[in-house]
């Protein structure tokens, strides 16, 4: 009855909805640019641009996601100083938040060259496909401090309940992305240097929107100057740092995992690393469609705990449930339906096309089975509880090569029965967790 009565409350909807879809359609323009770039390389004659692109972007989304603790842990923090109507405290986040932003990236690009000969002597690719993957890593390496920034300001936009704002610097971004691509691709026939380049400029053009949102906000609410911030930024600072030395080892665990399956389907041969990058690009659609209620559930979950509101954390959890079975129902049956006809969208190399049609039906499992472990994400990010999802991301990384090693017999079928393997057990740690901790009474404390 209660569930029924959670339910039907329109105004719980509103909120989700508010929140959620915002995201969900800035998100749903980042696999799109992977796509776009999947298919603007895909179209060029050698399939070892393709799977260049797929080493090289793995490899700097490895670098940077790792340090993706940034915007989670300032989204949790963030969404409960607001909830409390700390302005002080809120303002102090994104100080810090910014500051380790900037301190990382300057550490990055002092030892990006290392790190590049370092990552990629672990490949099996071939000569071609590891020598435009560093390529469009040492140019894709520049967008550093703007990339990092963009986190910041992404969680701490979440986190004061505005979603308006960061889907518009994340489509800004995207679409300038998408536009340069072609332009330098197609139009001026750069190949993977112009990939790489028009990715540096979309950062920066989004790290300046955000920035401009950040601003309006800071005057609208009257939050305090910087200059006093700043001052005060060794305040709290233990928490934060622990926090996200928490997240950082769980993203550790979850790039190693993503790393694996580039460089292990790299070793299956120049066309399965190409038909996995197509895949992959599916996957994208899924993890970045649900981060948009993760998202969302960060935001409400955060905000009830900073407000100690315990009616209001229930509400956003059923609430946002709700709508992530709908929308996983939906990619579902499109990929269903329509899997083979999007394949071709990206890619006109038979033999590319082929392998991927082969492995599609491992994603058309993925959404159902994986949407529990992005929302559940979302709840312990908002309770700000960084120990618990590292260990849960622990457990589901030793089942992904477990799983991976116990059936490697059937080649790149078993990556993917890994990955399957690995987004259901995240799912069930969590899950565990959060029940045992309900039941106790500890989860809003």
């Not at 910041?152 to 998408?178: D, E, F, R």
């Not at 994986?370 to 960084?386: N, Y």
């Amino acid at each position: 009855m209660q569930l029924f009565q959670t339910l039907s409350n329109r105004s719980l909807h509103k909120q989700v909805l508010l929140l959620a879809i915002p995201m969900v359609l800035s998100n749903i323009t980042v696999p799109l640019l992977g796509l776009v770039d999947a298919a603007v390389i895909g179209h060029l004659e050698h399939a070892w641009y393709l799977g260049g692109v797929a080493l090289g972007s793995t490899m700097i989304s490895v670098t940077f996601w790792l340090l993706g603790f940034l915007r989670m842990s300032t989204t949790g923090l963030a969404a409960q100083s607001y909830g409390a109507n700390s302005k002080h405290q809120l303002g102090l986040v994104f100080t810090q938040g910014m500051a380790m932003a900037f301190g990382f990236a300057t550490f990055f690009l002092l030892f990006h060259s290392l790190i590049a000969d370092w990552v990629f002597s672990f490949s099996d690719a071939s000569e071609q496909v590891k020598h435009y993957g560093q390529q469009y890593f040492s140019i894709r390496a520049w967008s550093a401090p703007a990339a990092l920034a963009n986190f910041v300001l992404l969680g701490w936009l979440l986190g004061t309940q505005n979603a308006k704002a960061p889907m518009w610097m994340v489509i800004i971004s995207n679409l300038t992305n998408i536009g340069l691509d072609v332009l330098f691709v197609l139009g001026f026939g750069w190949k993977v240097e112009g990939v790489a380049l028009a990715s540096v400029i979309a950062d920066y053009t989004g790290m300046s929107f955000g920035l401009y949102s950040v601003w309006r906000k800071w005057q609208a609410d009257q939050l305090p100057a910087l200059v006093g911030l700043i001052k005060d930024s060794a305040n709290g600072l233990s928490r934060f740092v622990k926090l996200n030395r928490d997240i950082f080892l769980r993203s550790l665990c979850l790039q190693a995992t993503f790393t694996f399956m580039t460089f292990q389907g790299a070793s299956f041969g120049d066309d399965i690393v190409a038909a996995n990058a197509v895949l992959m690009s599916f996957l994208m659609i899924i993890s970045y469609g649900m981060d948009g209620f993760a998202y969302a559930m960060e935001a409400m979950v955060g905000k009830a705990i900073g407000a100690k509101d315990r009616q209001q954390l229930n509400q956003s959890l059923i609430g946002t449930f709700f709508w992530s079975f709908i929308i996983c129902s939906i990619l579902t049956l499109v990929f269903v339906l329509y899997g083979s006809n999007m394949i071709g969208l990206i890619t006109n190399i038979p033999q590319v096309h082929a392998i991927a049609l082969l492995y599609l039906p491992w994603l058309m499992a993925m959404p159902l089975v994986s949407m529990w472990c992005f929302l559940l994400d979302g709840i312990f990010i908002g309770a700000t509880k960084g120990r618990e999802m590292r260990n849960g991301m622990f457990l589901s990384t030793c089942t992904f090569f477990a799983t991976f090693y116990l059936s490697a017999a059937i080649g790149n079928h078993a990556l993917w029965l890994a990955m399957l393997s690995f987004m259901a057990m995240r799912g069930i740690t969590l899950g565990v967790i959060l029940t045992i901790q309900w039941r106790q009474g500890r989860f809003l404390a």
